[in-house]
């Protein structure tokens, strides 16, 4: 299976404790983006990287949030000091350089997503 | 004012009978507009796409576009079963927005 993985599928955890999640990309994509969706609403924005380097970030997100790309290639997001309101589905996504024009068919993949509930 | 709209309550058609979604953008400089489908408690998957002014066909999927007036729409033709999910309205620059979501019920 070549397409976006992420791990774990669940996890629970308890108010307070930090949590990590990880995402690896289509290899061939350069742009990984997070996402975090609630019941009844569309997939918010959290952040995206271009290769390593991260080029935005949520205004709206906290800073207990922070999520690396350190050799391009897979992605982690960790929760420090998990709070309910976390409690959510966060998906990751890749494609390729939005600048390309081959990235117009499909700009985006996600992957199954991490349901995280904090209790 | 958010950067796509979808206030749509859920739809629900007759199997057979067209599904029009409706969404509406912020950010006139958005030159890609996406629609994914989402069924429940799984990821958003690209259903259709659209760059220019008009009508886009693709199957029983139609999208529509008009710039001027920042709106984008999806008609489903012959509604199957099969299409009852969230119908999920993105807008790309540099990354991709998305509404809350349209979701559709299709009755056999």
């Known amino acids: 299976d070549t397409g976006v993985s992420q791990d774990p599928r669940h996890k629970i955890t308890k108010r307070g404790q930090n949590v990590t999640f990880r995402c690896d990309p289509i290899?061939?994509?350069?742009?990984l983006y997070w996402y975090r969706q609630t019941l009844g609403q569309g997939p918010e924005f959290l952040t995206y990287f271009q290769n390593e380097a991260q080029l935005e970030k949520s205004r709206l997100l906290s800073d207990r949030f922070s999520a690396e790309r350190p050799k391009g290639s897979f992605s982690t997001l960790e929760i420090q000091r998990t709070e309910q309101g976390d409690s959510a589905m966060y998906l990751c996504?890749?494609?390729?350089?939005?600048?390309?024009?081959?990235?117009?068919?499909?700009?985006?993949?996600f992957g199954n997503g991490t349901r995280l509930t904090v209790t | 004012q958010k950067e796509v709209e979808q206030n749509s309550g859920p739809l629900s058609v007759p199997e057979g009978a067209i599904a029009s979604l409706n969404c509406t953008y912020s950010d006139r400089v958005s030159q890609s507009f996406f629609w994914y489908r989402q069924y429940s408690g799984k990821s958003p998957e690209l259903i259709m796409s659209?760059?220019?002014?008009g009508d886009k066909e693709d199957g029983r999927f139609t999208a529509q576009l008009n710039k001027a007036s920042q709106y984008v729409s999806l008609l489903i033709r012959d509604s199957q079963p099969s299409d009852s999910a969230t119908y999920l309205c993105a807008v790309l620059n540099n990354r991709l927005a998305f509404g809350k979501g349209n979701q559709v019920v299709v009755i056999p």
């Open positions: 659209i760059y220019s002014n």
């Open positions: 996504a890749s494609s390729p350089d939005t600048r390309t024009q081959s990235s117009y068919n499909s700009p985006l993949h």
């Open positions: 290899s061939e994509h350069n742009r």
